[in-house]
């Protein structure tokens, strides 16, 4: 007799759920245009005071106006796992003392021009849990 086949779906998760997700995690990535190019960039995250705070490996001035966040947790042999995506405006963090306390509390890739601060403020968050459905 033969096992019915797996299959997969995605459930999409309330906006407080998708936050836990986030705020349980610390590693994601940027993503956001550059002329008329999708950039993804690895990045460290902190959840503060209801904004995305993001250490990455972009130049400051390349950072947008807009930029979208993505994180995730997939385990790929059960094909299960998580993922939330937040978009919103995004600025550089340019106070000293801010950007020093992120700078201790957010592990970077580089340093110099390449090693930026920003925060996005979320004007939408999307997520979703990968699930396992019997046929």
């Known amino acids: 007799m033969s096992t ?3 299959t997969h779906r995605m459930v999409e998760v309330s906006g407080a759920e998708a936050l836990w997700l986030l705020e349980g995690s610390s590693l994601g990535r940027l993503v956001y245009m550059q002329r008329d190019l999708t950039v993804v960039r690895p ?3 902190a959840w503060e ?3 995305l705070v993001v250490r990455t490996p972009v130049a400051a001035a390349a ?3 807009t930029a979208s966040y993505q994180v995730d947790e ?3 042999v059960a094909g299960t796992g998580w993922t939330v995506t937040v978009s ?3 600025e550089v963090i340019t106070d000293p003392d801010e950007a020093a306390h992120h700078r201790r509390t ?3 890739w580089s340093h110099g021009p390449h090693d930026t601060l920003l925060r996005i403020h979320p004007k939408t968050v999307v997520g979703f ?3 396992r459905a019997e046929a």
Do not use: F, N, Q
């Open 4 to 6: 019915p086949p797996v």
């Open 43 to 45: 990045a460290r995250h």
């Open 49 to 51: 005071y209801g904004r």
């Open 63 to 65: 950072v947008p106006a």
């Open 74 to 76: 997939i385990r790929a």
């Open 88 to 90: 919103g405006p995004s």
């Open 106 to 108: 957010l592990t970077g």
């Open 129 to 131: 849990r990968l699930a």
